[in-house]
């Protein structure tokens, strides 16, 4: 069964503190992996979309990271302002339903000032 | 991005009664729509898929007859929760592509409250 497992739960932060956050991930054929930012009461906001084992992508403070089983979003000297929901998605190859993501339980990060 | 827009972004009904939600995609063509649902503190999970032309693809689970999907045009998607009850109280989300098999872009949501 494909699944996707994020960690932590939720992550608490000083301002400046750099983490990571991780998504495991079990899946018939890799498509795609997303990561979404989802602030609360909002709809998930894209950020990166990685497909092979390998690829890296940035945006500003966000590093996006993917291996065979899981994915990394690292996050450099964060703000305040990055506090929210980070979502992990898998796209399965094996679906017909391209549009059918599998999400993660997500990791709540704050970010203290 | 691309931009997908819901309306409204919260309701609140009587049990029993039945709540349209929309879901426009403002800048490009959308054949497919996705419907997501996300309970408190939970993610997100698949409800249906919206084709234009054609009858909508439920999930498993899914009952067709509570949640009607129509997809008119190849920018509006329409989600009908029919006979509302308190558990159908929930954040619905809607989500499209540009691209077949690209990113999705979510639309902000709809908090459904059932009274």
């Known amino acids: 069964e494909d699944q996707v497992t994020q960690s932590p739960e939720a992550l608490r932060l000083q301002e400046g503190e750099s983490s990571s956050l991780n998504c495991s991930y079990t899946v018939s054929g890799l498509r795609g992996l997303f990561w979404y930012r989802q602030d609360p009461g909002k709809g998930p906001e894209f950020l990166f979309t990685l497909y092979s084992a390998g690829e890296e992508k940035e945006k500003e403070r966000l590093k996006a990271t993917l291996t065979k089983k899981e994915s990394f979003l690292h996050i450099t000297a964060p703000k305040p302002e990055d506090s929210a929901t980070y979502l992990c998605a898998v796209q399965a190859g094996i679906s017909s339903n391209t549009g059918k993501l599998i999400f993660g339980q997500g990791t709540t990060l704050q970010v203290k000032p | 991005g691309a931009v997908v827009s819901q309306h409204p972004s919260w309701v609140i009904c009587k049990s029993g009664t039945s709540v349209k939600i929309e879901c426009r995609s403002l800048d490009f063509q959308a054949t497919t729509m996705f419907w997501y649902r996300q309970f408190p503190k939970q993610s997100l999970m698949l409800m249906a898929t919206?084709?234009?032309?054609?009858?909508?693809?439920?999930e498993q689970g899914v009952e067709k007859d509570k949640f009607l999907i129509n997809h008119a045009s190849l920018t509006l998607s329409t989600l009908t929760v029919t006979s509302a009850h308190p558990e159908d109280s929930s954040f619905y989300i809607c989500?499209?592509?540009?691209?077949?098999?690209?990113?999705?872009?979510f639309g902000e949501g709809s908090r459904l409250t059932v009274l």
């Open positions: 989500s499209a592509s540009p691209l077949p098999g690209g990113e999705l872009f």
């Open positions: 919206s084709n234009e032309g054609s009858k909508a693809t439920y």
